[in-house]
């Protein structure tokens, strides 16, 4: 997966700006997770994007401690883990998941544009 341009993910005026930067940074947080982690563990991938948005919901003079959650549904081995920064740029989570799939070969998907489900299940 090639990063975003941001200057050609704004131009298109769908999605928010800072999009792009926060999809570069989930990028590059999925790929310092090592092997088997990044394609076998999808808790550890979610606690990485998860960290990405507090960075950046606090670089955006936000308090991340109410503005992103992390939140798991189910029980270990059969479970959703969704991470979530509401107030982040619009779609964001849109930008994001083909990342996380292409990254991983796990399967996720986004809520809304500002939720992204990971799944324990395949």
């Known amino acids: 997966m090639a990063s975003y341009n941001p200057e050609e993910v704004n131009a298109l005026g769908i999605y928010g700006t800072g999009g792009a930067e926060l999809a570069n940074d989930i990028e590059a947080a999925i790929l310092a997770i090592p092997q088997p982690d990044r394609s076998e563990n999808p808790k550890v991938i979610a606690e990485a994007i998860y960290a990405v948005l507090k960075k950046h919901c606090e670089a955006a003079d936000q308090r991340p401690e109410i503005e992103t959650f992390f939140r798991t549904v189910g029980k270990e081995g059969r479970c959703v883990y969704t991470v979530s920064w509401e107030a982040g740029p619009h779609d964001w989570a849109q930008l994001a998941w ?6 991983t070969g796990r399967l996720c998907e986004p809520t809304y544009g500002f939720d992204l489900d990971l799944y324990d299940i395949e």
């Open 98 to 103: 083909p990342i996380v799939m292409d990254l």
